[in-house]
């Protein structure tokens, strides 16, 4: 037995069982039991640091006990828990509370579109309505980008190895470089731009840009301010929908609630899901602008819109946390320690590696996979769970839970540090 793994025996177990196509579950082979704040234990009893969070779906920790108060209490109430998009007083309250919270305080005014449980399935609607919005068919996307894997996201998304997993052609999206993609001398907001006037690019004018103002799995790339404002400009003049996908950099990740807020940003419709409900239960939305909802009523349906007690933790993350600006700024503090130590880890191995990202969501850039994936095992080994990500994977990822106290944070890093040492020598 390695570290904190358990007896292979065991994990065999579910390669019998399960299908082949699990996947976190071969990067770390151990069977967890229980889990609250960042701390995961084995079923041996073995702690492990998170720093994957549910892969952004954990900004508030495992098993957050304020928030599961408030649930525990719904649940004892006998409340309507599944009522398809039925009216409830669970819905009402979370609208109005995300509304006056998150909303009214940025100047913002969107429509609530709960849509099934997936991050996925809220891209779908997305795209959906862009193009009946618009009566255009295609999308701009943008090369690394991460939308989900159902076909009409997935036409949006890079990755080679999910895309020809499709089975189908994948289409209706154009691919376009992100900021950064062509190195730092080249623009490619203005190539989108030109491309997009020109008409004689080849390229068709589009119903939708969709965009990550982080890319999450596509290697932690950050899109500067005024790129992102360029790309909204952009949509604007040629009469796109401007999607800003904040699935997984939204909820605070960045340190703001939506990850555009820095960018002083006004997205047409903006997806939300893994941490929205603060608790890893599943729940997706899009928020509209009004003008755009052109929706018939039913047109877009789903059994699992908004469940009820995924709504009933949502609204209490947000009165927890986003009340006054103290979380927030602590996330930026946090981010910012974060991101010194791991610059100083990359400064003494020379410079081999990049640290890249924003607020608490930050890549460790090794170039060479073999190198972010040794290290990867080894703190495994050590009792820290921490991903990978990026084209070829040579990116480790951190996404510890936001609440996450600045011990564990520095014993997490230390974890990590020693085993790029050790994979190294
Ligand atoms: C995770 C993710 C999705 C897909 O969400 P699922 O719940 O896995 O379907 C889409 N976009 C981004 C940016 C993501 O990180």
Redesign the pocket.
């Known amino acids: 037995m390695d570290g904190v793994s358990s007896e292979p025996r065991k994990m065999q177990a579910f390669g019998a069982l399960e299908s082949n196509v699990r996947s976190y579950s071969r990067s770390f082979p151990a069977i967890f039991s229980r889990a609250r704040g960042s701390i995961m234990l084995t079923e041996g009893g073995q702690k492990v640091i998170d720093f994957l969070s549910g892969?952004?779906?954990l900004n508030y920790g495992h098993n957050n006990h304020q928030i599961k108060a408030v649930i525990t209490e719904y649940l004892d109430s006998d409340a309507v828990v599944h009522g398809l998009d039925l009216a409830t007083p669970a819905k009402l309250k979370f609208m109005e509370t995300f509304s006056s919270i998150i909303l009214r305080n940025r100047n913002l005014q969107y429509r609530f579109q709960f849509t099934g449980?997936?991050?996925?399935?809220?891209?779908e609607a997305a795209l959906k309505l862009s193009r009946k919005v618009t009566g255009r068919q295609n999308v701009i996307s943008f090369m690394r980008?991460?939308?989900?894997?159902?076909l009409g996201?997935m036409a949006a998304t890079g990755n080679r190895f999910y895309r020809a997993g499709s089975g189908v052609p994948l289409s209706g999206a154009t691919f376009m470089p992100y900021d950064g993609y062509l190195g730092p001398a080249v623009d490619t907001a203005d190539y989108l731009r030109k491309v997009l006037i020109d008409e004689s690019s080849g390229i068709d004018c589009p119903a939708a840009i969709l965009v990550?103002t982080v890319?999450?799995?596509g290697g932690i790339n950050a899109a500067s301010k005024e790129w992102l404002q360029s790309i909204q400009a952009i949509a604007r003049e040629v009469g796109a929908v401007f999607v800003v996908?904040?699935?997984?950099?939204g909820c605070g990740r960045t340190g703001d609630f939506f990850s555009f807020e820095f960018a002083a940003l006004s997205p047409d419709i903006v997806?939300l899901?893994?941490s929205l409900s603060g608790y890893g239960l599943?729940l997706?939305m899009l928020l509209i602008r009004e003008e755009l909802d052109v929706w018939q009523p039913g047109e877009h349906t789903g059994t699992f819109r908004g469940n009820n007690l995924a709504l009933v933790s949502a609204t209490a993350a947000i009165n927890i946390y986003w009340r006054c600006r103290i979380f927030s700024e602590e996330v930026h503090r946090m981010g910012e320690l974060m991101r010194s130590r791991l610059e100083a880890i990359a400064a003494e191995h020379g410079n081999n590696f990049a640290v890249r990202g924003r607020g608490m969501a930050l890549g460790f850039d090794c170039q060479k996979p073999e190198i972010a994936e040794a290290t990867t095992r080894k703190a495994f080994d050590k009792g820290l769970i921490v991903e990978r990500c990026g084209p070829v994977d040579q990116v480790v990822k951190f996404l510890p839970a936001l609440t996450i106290d600045l011990e564990t944070l520095n014993h997490g890093l230390d974890l990590f540090e020693e085993s790029l040492a050790e994979t190294l020598k």
């Open positions: 892969a952004g779906a449980p997936t991050g996925a399935n809220a891209v980008g991460y939308h989900g894997m159902s996201a990550e890319q999450g799995e996908d904040d699935i997984q950099m997806v899901s893994k599943p997706s």
